[in-house]
Nanobody
């Protein structure tokens, strides 16, 4: 399974960004999720969505600000990030797996940098 992430960038606090992750090859039976790694910190779960039913899960730190969605026809998931805070800064990874820990994810895309300035 090959995943391709895009959409990161530099934004001011309070701004928005949308990340995309496409399954460019292979088939993922697993849900897809987003995890991020801030400088000096471990990779943490942000959000995940199932292909069937679109069931979503979020970390408490992003609930109400981030929204994960999917387009099955395009084999793509999205992460709409609103009301961004400086602490949202990090490298965002899309991954296929099931769980709330980075160890639960089996296939990874390359990271995309998100920087939120204060």
């Amino acid at each position: 399974v090959q995943l391709q992430a895009s959409g990161g960038g530099l934004v001011q606090a309070g701004g928005s960004l949308r990340l995309s992750c496409e399954v460019v090859s292979g088939f993922s039976q697993y849900p897809l999720g987003w995890l991020r790694q801030a400088p000096g910190k471990e990779r943490e779960f942000i959000a995940a969505i199932t292909w069937q039913g679109g069931i979503t899960h979020y970390a408490d730190s992003v609930k109400g600000r981030f929204a994960i969605s999917r387009d099955n026809a395009k084999n793509t998931i999205y992460l709409q990030m609103d009301s961004l805070k400086p602490e949202d800064t990090g490298v965002y990874y899309c991954a296929a797996g099931l769980g709330y820990s980075a160890d639960d994810y089996h296939y990874w895309g390359q990271g995309t940098q998100v920087t939120v300035s204060s």
